[in-house]
């Protein structure tokens, strides 16, 4: 409270004055500024309501052991994921005269916690469970008034519209659950003259705690992405938090999230990972599958940069880590293969398809399985360096030991140094208490992967080269060193002996990385490209479900460039899947998304290394363009769209998918231009 400033027993006596200029209504504005607004307002209610503020402690009543017990029942999800945290903040009060308070969201108390010499006081205002400490039944307090307010509230001494209750000084903090409705108040209560600054930001921090926690559990089996704008607040209380379902659709957001992305919680469930974020929900389930502690920078669709990481429920782990498993290298299902045990576990035997360039890739490396040699293998974006570097440790001795993967190029320059090598609790600010076992540490015994290893920054070149020469690794904020044991593979799709030529990789490290170095060919280059696909298709159709590629679709994926190789495939081939009807099991033109007719190469990439797509439009495709009405003079381009778009729901009877091919969009697209109408 913004008055707090004289001792508390000055202050109390000035409030009284004020209280009593309120009850005798001689109040005048100057003899209420000693008490806040929101108090007066709330002095306000209840004088509306009719409360006498002259009520005896013994006159308040607790409800029946039976209604308390409905009453846990029906709030048993807050009660199971609060009792911890409430037995841990009372840890932090014990001995100073003060009870812990949980209320449901009328204002009943459901549980209790305190110091049995206050308890006794507490307990003759029935400031106990089964006790209603609703405003409208207790008058002023912080339990009800942070109810009806909806905000954090201290409420001390004469404060209190009931003058039973004067001698407390309480402060609360409402809980909200993940769609931002009232579940409950957390309280600390204790005697007035004990009075703390800091209680109130002690109750505040530990409901946004339940609150997280609540969140967490109620979307367990969902994604969950935790973002903020500066990397250090990831992991705190003040991180957004989002949750998404399997598809990328927006389940739920809690208050940081809903603030920092600027919506309203009526457009939750309306939108999706693609409306918020620039990139492709499944490309971040893919990498957080891999490393779900690496930290991303995504940038908002408003054009702000935030850093994220995302939760990948462990029911649906299966499903997730086979994602990776296509955008690499060619990796069929085990039934497909030869030698091949599971998606998960490829060997290098799995990606020989019948492409000469990638058989050799392949045999030159199976000569070195199994002896300390680094592998580096070279290759543009999405052409499966990670799957080959995964079958190239399946196949060797370590098989049974972790696999570790890090990409250079994925993680902040400052946070890439704890990534790689750890550090222990307290390091830096922002650091877990606990410490964190870096990527080396975690691969010793097995093999280490360092995916766009020419990304690295210089200053971190020494201390990896260090480690590759004495195999010890010494964590951040240590001094012991630890020893590992790795394989080393790594992976770039830079040109290493210009960078070691312009000064950005140092020459002692190329020569220690690149003992054998393999080049996989773009897919492009491919000539394997319809055992590809037919890999691709099975592995990501439904089971038991037989789809065909048209003719036609073969034709113009033999001409296209593919600039995003085999990741770029798998994703065309996802919506073309996703786009069938359940009566269609041929994929043409129509099912085919419209961004791929208009796709530049990498930038990164010169344009003399890649063929540009080919100039095709829709309706050469045999994809049907929409035929519109003459447009209206004046009438804007997005007006005419609308136009054509309810034209063709009509004739379609309201089928989406269908009038998604009539137009030659996706049914996603049409779902987005829908939902500006």
């Known amino acids: 409270m913004s008055g707090l400033v004289l001792p508390m027993e000055a202050r109390d006596a000035q409030v009284r004055d004020a209280r009593r200029a309120f ?19 709330s002095w306000q209610r209840c004088r509306q309501l009719g409360l006498d503020h002259d009520v005896r402690g013994g006159d308040l009543e607790c409800a029946a052991q039976a209604a308390l017990r409905e009453a846990h029942e029906r709030n048993a999800f807050l009660l199971s994921h609060s009792r911890g945290i409430l037995n841990h903040l009372y840890e932090q009060i014990r001995s100073t005269g003060s009870v812990v308070i949980l209320s449901d969201s009328t204002g009943m108390v459901l549980e209790s916690l305190g110091d049995p010499e206050f308890v006794d006081r507490a307990n003759r205002v029935a400031l106990r469970p089964g006790a209603s400490w609703a405003e409208t039944m207790r008058g002023t307090n912080a339990v009800g008034t942070a109810l009806v307010e909806q905000r954090p509230v201290e409420i001390v001494g004469s404060e209190h519209y009931f003058d039973c209750n004067s001698f407390l000084t309480c402060s609360a903090s409402p809980i909200f659950d993940a769609r931002g409705r009232l579940l409950g108040a957390l309280d600390i209560s204790g005697d007035f003259r004990a009075h703390q600054r800091h209680t109130l930001g002690l109750v505040r921090l530990t409901s946004q705690i339940m609150e997280k926690r609540l969140f967490e559990a109620e979307f367990a089996q969902e994604y969950l992405v935790f973002f903020h704008p500066r990397m250090e607040y990831v992991g705190t209380l003040q991180e957004g938090v989002l949750a998404f379902a399997p598809e990328g659709t927006l389940l739920a957001a809690n208050r940081a999230a809903v603030e920092a992305l600027g919506i309203s919680r009526a457009m939750i469930g309306q939108l999706d990972f693609s409306l918020l974020f620039e990139g492709e929900f499944g490309c971040f389930v893919d990498r957080a599958a891999r490393d779900p502690h690496t930290l991303s920078s995504l940038s908002l669709r408003q054009g702000e940069r935030v850093f994220a990481r995302m939760r990948v429920p462990t029911a649906r782990g299966s499903v997730v880590t086979a994602a990776p498993a296509i955008p690499a290298v060619n990796e069929a299902p085990a039934r497909r293969t030869r030698g091949c045990e599971t998606p998960e576990t490829p060997t290098l035997s799995c990606l020989d398809t019948g492409d000469s360039r990638l058989r050799a890739a392949v045999q030159r490396a199976s000569k070195v399985v199994g002896k300390d040699i680094p ?5 543009e974006s999405g052409v499966g360096k990670e799957m080959f570097a995964k079958a190239f440790h399946h196949s060797g001795p370590r098989r049974d030991k972790p696999f570790v993967a890090l990409n250079c190029a994925a993680i902040p320059e400052n946070l890439i140094e ?33 995916d766009e290893i020419g990304d690295m920054p210089l200053s971190l070149q020494a201390r990896l080269l260090r480690v590759l ?12 060193s630890v020893p590992v044991d790795i394989s080393l593979v790594c992976a770039t799709h830079r040109n290493l002996p210009e960078a070691v030529r312009s000064g950005a990789f140092r020459q002692d490290l190329y020569y220690r990385v690149n003992g054998l170095t393999v080049t996989l060919p773009s897919l492009r280059e491919r000539s394997d490209i319809r055992s590809l696909i037919d890999t691709i298709i099975e592995m990501e159709a439904e089971p038991g479900q037989l789809v065909l590629v048209s003719d036609e679709v073969h034709d113009f994926f033999a001409r296209y460039g593919w600039p995003g190789n085999i990741r770029q495939l798998q994703n065309v081939l996802r919506v073309a899947l996703a786009l069938l009807d359940p009566d269609e099991s041929e994929i043409t033109a129509a099912h085919l998304p419209e961004e791929l007719f208009a796709i530049e190469c990498d930038s990164d990439v010169s344009s003399e290394r890649f063929e540009q797509a080919p100039q095709m439009s829709p309706a050469a495709l045999g ?7 003459p447009a209206a003079s004046g009438e804007s381009l997005e007006v005419i769209e609308l136009r054509a778009i309810e034209r063709v729901l009509a004739d379609c009877q309201g089928n989406v998918s269908a009038a998604a091919r009539r137009l030659g969009i996706s049914r996603n697209t049409l779902y987005r231009k829908l939902g500006r109408m």
């Open 23 to 41: 009850f005798e209504g001689t109040d005048k504005v100057d003899s209420l500024e000693v008490a806040t607004a929101g108090i007066v307002k």
């Open 375 to 379: 592998l580096l293998i070279l290759g």
């Open 418 to 450: 704890s990534e790689l090598f750890g550090y222990v609790g307290g390091a830096f600010t922002g650091a877990r208490k606990e410490g964190y076992t870096g990527k080396i540490q975690q691969a010793s015994g097995g093999t280490l992967f360092l």
């Open 469 to 480: 020469q004495e195999r010890i690794v010494v964590p951040l904020g240590g001094i012991k």
């Open 623 to 629: 994809r049907p363009v929409s035929a519109s009405a």
